[in-house]
């Protein structure tokens, strides 16, 4: 079974493989998984530092594995201009969901009341299923830490796939 300790900012090396995961599965900090390619791995992260979409992870033996978002239900509402959108946001923000922020759209969980409320604001709702990469919130944000394992890490935020 491979084994990953470590995440990496970026690489310059090739990608050996990848794992696709929902939102829930990236949250955990044990995951024990089966690569894209077929291969079983553990993954072993620090607590409260989900894993991120493009994040690349390296095995003990020095492979590198690329985290891809699975596509999952979720709801997005689509608005046409930025003072309704942004009173949407502040009131699912209120709510103390977790969201995911693009431009003129926000997606969240299947909530009915909460698309409610984006159509009572004039938004449109689509239940396509999509990644769901949400904002890891401003008192979460990454920058350089140890993961309590004896390797040495580097991280930066990554873009989320919509």
Wanted: charged share 25%; proline share 2%.
């Amino acid at each position: 079974m491979l084994q990953v300790f470590e995440r990496l900012d970026h690489t310059h090396d090739e990608i050996s493989d990848s794992i696709t995961l929902d939102h829930d599965t990236r949250k955990k900090s044990r995951i024990k998984g089966v690569t894209d390619k077929g291969a079983d791995i553990g993954i072993f992260v620090e607590r409260g530092h989900p894993l991120l979409v493009g994040e690349i992870l390296k095995t003990e033996c020095g492979l590198l594995i690329e985290v891809k978002g699975q596509a999952e239900a979720v709801s997005t509402a689509l608005g046409t201009d930025w003072l309704t959108f942004s009173k949407v946001c502040y009131h699912l923000g209120n709510r103390h969901t977790t969201l995911q922020v693009g431009e003129l759209w926000v997606r969240f969980k299947p909530d009915h009341v909460l698309e409610e409320l984006a159509e009572n604001y004039g938004l449109t709702i689509d239940k396509a299923p999509a990644v769901f990469a949400p904002e890891n919130g401003a008192y979460g944000k990454r920058s350089g830490h140890s993961h309590g394992h004896s390797h040495s890490h580097a991280h930066s935020e990554h873009s989320h796939e919509h």
